[in-house]
């Protein structure tokens, strides 16, 4: 069985992300390329397609004339939920990026549709696939940390903001780096504790860097007047049996402890970090100890061997989810937590109040 993909936005992360893993998947076709700008889709098309596919500007007619089995959406927030429920309503499995959606609402109209089409929906965390990320999930499967209580979601960076596509635009996106890079920490983070029932949320946002034009960035200077999102934002999760969750995540900010995507997990039994490798901490034999993990053993002389791609390895598990109907990795009731959160810390930053959830 041949199972043929459609994709909905064929800019920087369908093209550099989506497709290409997709293109190493064997038992697919990418035959439907869409985009609001018809030359990126004809691109795309040449490069991943199959000689006889199709090119779209509008999402209605790809989904109406195509016969599909999966649609991978790759746009901006503020469409993610409507062309999501749009792919599923027409019988097709959906893979979406991160966020799930630009609201809480819209998530949950996700989940909704999911359900009662019966088609599976996952959500583009490729992070849940790094090794280092799979290595920590099993020794806490195994609860080899105990009652994980407190852990901090890490998504800082130095200076490093998007000045290209809409990522400065709140209207579009919803938010800066808070629902950009900070719900990948977010969901590695509450993923490691399997823990999806916070209680309730206080957070502030900043914008106190974007005010200003500043060459040093890593992609060219910023427009302050286009710059309509926080440069960094902050929460604190208390979640219903306890546990706290610290998230910080930034797209410039004055400091030199710099990381992404990562966590810290502090649990009863040991703790762990993702700072400089993988460790584990923890009390054995009346010593503390710190071990480093060794994820790489080092290489064989003249041999390569292959990389660990965590982007294929999405891909891959995305589709053996649908040959094996099986539920994704990613399950979009775990991601609607992630983006109630986000919501839950943007809307308590306004308020200057906490938000409860859950009631």
């Known amino acids: 069985m041949t199972l043929k993909i459609g994709i909905i936005g064929c800019g920087g992360i369908g093209t550099k992300k989506h497709l290409p893993a997709l293109a190493q998947v064997e038992g697919v076709e990418i035959v439907a390329f869409c985009d609001l700008i018809i030359e990126r889709a004809i691109e795309a098309k040449e490069q991943f397609g199959t000689q006889d596919a199709q090119v779209y500007i509008d999402y209605r007619e790809m989904?109406?004339?195509v016969e599909l089995d999966i649609v991978h959406v790759c746009t901006p927030n503020d469409t993610h939920a409507e062309l999501s429920i749009a792919a599923m309503e027409a019988d097709n499995h959906v893979m979406c990026e991160k966020p799930m959606a630009k609201t809480a609402e819209e998530a949950r109209a996700m989940v909704e549709v999911s359900k009662r089409t019966g088609k599976k929906l996952t959500i583009g965390y490729q992070?849940?696939?790094?090794?280092?990320s799979q290595f920590l999930h099993t020794a806490v499967s195994n609860g080899d940390l105990g009652?994980?209580?407190f852990a901090k979601a890490h998504a800082i960076r130095r200076r490093a903001v998007p000045t290209w596509g809409v990522f400065l635009d709140a209207d579009a996106q919803g938010g800066g780096p808070l629902i950009?890079?900070?719900t990948h920490a977010l969901?590695?983070?509450?993923?490691?504790?399997?823990n999806y029932k916070p209680k309730y949320v206080v957070g502030n946002t900043y914008r106190e860097l974007g005010e200003n034009r500043n060459s040093a960035n890593a992609w060219g200077p910023w427009d302050p007047e286009k710059f309509t999102v926080e440069d960094s934002a902050f929460g604190f999760v208390v979640m219903e049996n306890g546990a706290t969750i610290f998230l910080e995540s930034s797209?410039?900010?004055n400091t030199l402890d710099v990381k992404e995507a990562k966590t810290t997990l502090m649990g009863s039994k040991a703790g762990a970090d993702m700072d400089n490798g993988l460790r584990i901490n923890g009390e054995e034999y009346g010593t503390l100890f710190d071990k480093q993990?060794?994820?790489?053993?080092?290489g064989v002389d003249f041999f390569d061997g292959s990389a660990y791609d965590p982007e294929l390895l999405e891909a891959q598990s995305w589709i053996d989810a649908i040959v094996n109907d099986t539920d994704p990795v990613v399950k979009p009731e775990e991601a609607l937590?992630?983006?109630?959160?986000?919501?839950?810390?943007?809307?308590?930053?306004?308020?200057?109040k906490p938000v409860y959830l859950g009631q």
């Open 127 to 132: 992070n849940r696939f790094r090794q280092d």
């Open 180 to 182: 950009d890079i900070g």
């Open 63 to 65: 989904l109406a004339e």
């Open 293 to 298: 993990i060794v994820l790489d053993p080092g």
């Open 187 to 194: 969901d590695l983070t509450l993923w490691m504790m399997n």
């Open 251 to 253: 797209w410039a900010l």
């Open 147 to 149: 009652n994980i209580y």
């Open 337 to 352: 937590v992630v983006t109630e959160i986000l919501e839950a810390i943007y809307q308590s930053a306004e308020t200057g």
